[in-house]
């Protein structure tokens, strides 16, 4: 049984930081390119982040200079680190893991900022 799972959303004030966690179970990780996206109420999922299998990196121009993306193949693990957050930076995050035809999400986390 496939499982993303993602961890480390919640509430901070603008300017503060937050530290998302996907914890895979099921699938060999280090085959997938793995990605973050985020969906805002009555805004559709965008991308934001995505890290390939031998480490190319991507991100939304929204979030450069602010989020980094990583990777623990060892550790079936995926990080997105969040500086500098903002009041449009909230939403629903969500992890995927993608190979070929085989394409899995987790059930999202909530980040949420506001003062």
């Known amino acids: 049984q496939v499982q993303l799972v993602e961890s480390g959303g919640g509430l901070v004030q603008p300017g503060g930081s937050l530290r998302l966690s996907c914890a895979a179970s099921?699938?060999?990780?280090?085959?997938?390119?793995m990605g973050w996206y985020r969906q805002a109420p009555g805004k559709q999922r965008e991308l934001v982040a995505s890290?390939?299998?031998?480490?190319?990196?991507a991100y939304a121009d929204s979030v450069k200079g602010r989020f980094t993306i990583s990777r623990d193949n060892a550790k079936n693990t995926g990080d997105l680190q969040m500086n500098s957050l903002k009041a449009e930076d909230t939403a629903v995050y969500y992890c995927?893991?993608?190979?070929?035809?085989?394409?899995?999400w987790g059930q999202g986390t909530q980040v949420t900022v506001s003062s």
């Open positions: 995927n893991a993608v190979w070929g035809v085989n394409d899995y």
């Open positions: 099921g699938i060999t990780f280090r085959f997938y390119r």
């Open positions: 890290i390939t299998r031998t480490g190319t990196l």
